[in-house]
């Protein structure tokens, strides 16, 4: 066996954190381990990006911002990495291109080296501004595709699209497997096929959702994969990644090269073993997560996806309709053109499927994002649109034509900074309301409400 060098990205900071306790690590509880983190020897540590931003200024009182800077500066030695939504950059609708630069350009300058670039309709047009902006800037490009399986879909689809991927300037090329899917001789073919097709690094990133994750890289590293997204193991299995201690015993008892200090990586596991204890005991990490789920391979809804089908029907108390919303869900993926399933197409498919069947009609109610979906605001679907629903939904509306961010103001961050005024005290705080703008306003007031407490406190320290 040859002793071809095997990287590890490291996800337990976001995506294995993000898949089992919904993104509610705080910064306090990553801290401890974070230069021993930095002294494993990981290819990469993916900690920004995703739902973190949103979930920092929501349910965490932290600045995303603040967060990506401290965890720079205790993780100087390891490249951080982000995923980043193209168009959408962290939020759920397209923004305009000075935004999309703006906020690449800060993401480099405050801390991040590798971002991992992604569409959710796999539209390169929805990736080429944020690709130029990150490459100007310095950072490492890591374009992704959005795995799944429809009749569009092909090998051949996804050979065109690496190839588009480094032809805008991408530096290695990410099979991005969401919902746990990809079968190990499917990687194993899509893997030569991409490594034929582009003379890129490649990663291979799945979930255990399906069972199938060990196998799928065991297949693709045969095959070519150069690094292989991992989680330490109380933060692995189930609808997050496999763990990184057991392929890193694995791959190198196979004669690849592993270049991980297993010491530490025991000494890591021993430490989140306690973090992961805390989610237990007060029901964040629900068990559910952790199991198995083959029904995936057929419905291919990713485990944050079922998660979030589940918590609507339970708030409309109609759990009894989980069934049926699972089988919507298909038939609807197909009428709006085969998106696969990842953030924000997920959402849309998944809330239009539970509105068909509680209004016992389809597409009798549809909201807002179903419609600008319908319109081409999110870009152009993999697969034309059903004619029929397309009409239903819009009413002899029109479609876009062209890209829709060039539809989009010019002059978002300036109209936004004005709505701010003090409130803001530097580009990223604008750049935070502009992604999210009520949850921005109430953390900026909660932290001018604790910073005149803690000022008020050591004034009287001083008068005492």
Not at 45 to 71: M, N, Q, S, Y
Not at 160 to 186: F, N, V, W, Y
Not at 209 to 232: F, P, R, S, W
Not at 383 to 389: G, K, M, S
Request: aromatic share 8%; with cysteine; hydrophobic share 40%.
């Amino acid at each position: 066996m040859s002793q071809r060098t095997i990287g590890f990205t490291e996800t337990v900071l976001r995506d294995a954190s993000q898949s089992l306790i919904a993104t509610r690590l705080p910064f306090d509880k990553m801290q401890p381990i974070l230069g021993l983190l930095d002294s494993v020897g990981y290819h990469s540590i993916e900690c920004w990006g995703g739902a973190t931003f949103d979930v920092c200024l929501r349910f965490l009182d932290e600045d995303p911002w603040e967060r990506l800077r401290k965890l720079k500066a205790a993780m100087p030695s390891t490249k951080l990495q982000m995923l980043f939504r193209g168009q959408n950059i962290l939020g759920y609708k397209h923004y305009p291109d000075d935004i999309v630069r703006r906020f690449v350009r800060a993401s480099v300058r405050n801390g991040i080296d590798v971002i991992r670039l992604f569409d959710a309709l796999n539209d390169v047009e929805n990736l080429r501004v944020a690709t130029a902006a990150a490459v100007e800037a310095g950072a490492e490009v890591q374009g992704a595709l959005s795995y799944t399986v429809s009749p569009v879909h092909t090998r051949e689809s996804y050979e065109k699209l690496a190839r588009e991927l480094r032809a805008m300037g991408a530096h290695s090329i990410c099979i991005k497997d969401m919902a746990g899917i990809l079968t190990p001789q499917a990687a194993y073919e899509l893997v030569s096929a991409i490594k034929d097709a582009v003379d890129l690094p490649l990663v291979l990133h799945t979930h255990c959702t399906t069972g199938m994750a060990y196998l799928t890289y065991l297949k693709g590293i045969e095959a070519g994969a150069d690094v292989i997204d991992t989680a330490l193991s109380p933060l692995a299995g189930g609808t997050s990644q496999p763990a990184t201690e057991t392929m890193a015993v694995a791959l190198e008892e196979l004669g690849y090269g592993v270049h991980l200090d297993q010491a530490k990586l025991f000494e890591l596991a021993e430490y989140f073993k306690g973090v992961r204890k805390e989610y237990v005991e007060d029901g964040t990490l629900n068990p559910i997560s952790l199991m198995t789920d083959t029904q995936c391979l057929e419905h291919q809804i990713p485990g944050g996806m079922l998660s979030n089908l589940l918590s609507q029907l339970e708030m409309l108390g109609a759990l009894d309709k989980y069934e049926e919303a699972l089988a919507e869900t298909p038939r609807v993926r197909a009428d709006l053109g085969y998106p696969p399933l990842v953030t924000p197409t997920s959402q849309l498919v998944g809330t239009q499927a539970v509105q068909n069947v509680l209004a016992g009609e389809r597409y009798k109610n549809v909201g807002q994002e179903v419609r600008a979906y319908c319109r081409g605001e999110y870009g152009t679907t993999p697969a034309p649109i059903d004619p029929a629903v397309r009409e239903k939904i819009l009413k002899g509306e029109a479609p876009i034509q062209g890209r829709y961010a060039d539809t989009l103001p010019a002059d978002a961050f300036e109209q936004a900074e004005r709505e701010l005024g003090d409130r803001a005290r530097c580009e990223e705080d604008v750049l935070s309301y502009i992604a999210f703008p009520p949850v921005a306003e109430a953390f900026f007031e909660k932290r001018r409400t604790q910073e005149e407490k803690r000022a008020s406190y050591s004034i009287r320290r001083v008068d005492e």
